[in-house]
């Protein structure tokens, strides 16, 4: 494709060499706020990993979703329970999915059972904002693009209003010659099927791209991408930036009820 060293634009964690306290954090903030708040836990499908976490807000209208990252190979939902607090202090409710992982499964299947879990969101009747970070990103994307009634003709064609993509991947051809494609294993065939860059924009739809201000060039070029590509084809799409944030606290205004990441999904809850 190019002479990028796609390994190192890509390698997150020799990116950011204080990532293991960061990464432990994780689980330990998560399991405090379901203290705090605890979940009401719904499935989509027959696996153990085939479960939402919904965390209630006070209001109704549409519902936030935040699906995880980890490069479809690591992570679960309970790890990112944190992550709705800031929403729900706006009485937002937020869902929090968990999925099987590669190489168990492909990212095909896993974009096919983040589908089946907003299939069972959708019989609380409410609008989606899908979220998600990284690989979750990419995920909240293909969510966004989806055809819902090519895909169940009971479901709406605005089941999903709007994503917010944090540190998000659009084209996955990069990763096929990196380490990160052992547990994939993507050809190039199989990267381009399941890039949302490639999917029919979904005009009319909402995206905004957001990537850390510390992150790698090609997560910023991944975002400005798919803002510029989808928003000549008629998706009111944005870049933002989390100013002084790396791959893995990008995430950390979730957290912050005043945070303008926090008010900017409110605000995408509203359109």
């Known amino acids: 494709m190019t002479d990028v060293d796609y390994e190192v634009e890509y390698n997150n964690r020799a990116r950011v060499p204080e990532h293991p306290a960061l990464l432990a954090g994780w689980p330990r903030d998560a399991a405090a706020y379901r203290e705090q708040h605890p979940p009401r836990r719904l499935t989509y499908g027959p696996g153990s990993r085939n479960t939402i976490d919904l965390f209630a807000g006070g209001r109704d209208g549409p519902l936030v979703v935040f699906i995880h990252g980890g490069y479809w190979q690591a992570f679960d939902g ?8 800031g929403l729900n202090a706006h ?3 937020v869902a929090v999915p968990s999925y099987d992982l590669c190489p168990n499964v492909t990212v095909g299947d896993i974009i096919g059972q983040m589908r089946a879990a907003m299939r069972e969101l959708a019989k609380l009747g409410r ?3 899908v979220s998600g970070h990284s690989a979750g990103g990419h995920l909240a ?5 989806t055809d819902w009634p090519a895909h169940d003709g009971s479901l709406p064609k605005n089941l999903v209003i709007a994503a917010y993509a944090i540190s998000g991947l659009f ?23 399941a890039s949302p860059l490639f999917w029919t924009p979904p005009a009319g739809a ?12 090609e997560y910023h070029r991944q975002s400005r991408t798919i803002v510029d590509v989808w928003g000549k084809a008629g998706v009111a799409a944005r870049f933002g930036l989390v100013p002084d944030a790396n791959h893995f606290t990008a995430i950390e ?9 926090v008010l900017r999904l409110r605000e995408l809850t509203r359109i």
């Open 127 to 129: 609008p989606l904002v």
């Open 171 to 193: 084209e996955l051809e990069p990763l096929v010659s990196t380490s990160i494609n052992k547990a994939l294993g993507l050809d190039r065939a199989a990267a381009r099927t």
């Open 91 to 93: 009485g937002i409710s």
């Open 78 to 85: 309970s790890s990112f329970s944190h992550c709705a607090r």
């Open 206 to 217: 909402t995206l905004d791209a957001v990537v850390g201000g510390d992150e790698s060039s």
């Open 253 to 261: 205004p979730l957290a912050d009820p005043d945070a303008p990441m």
């Open 141 to 145: 994307a293909c969510m966004l693009a």
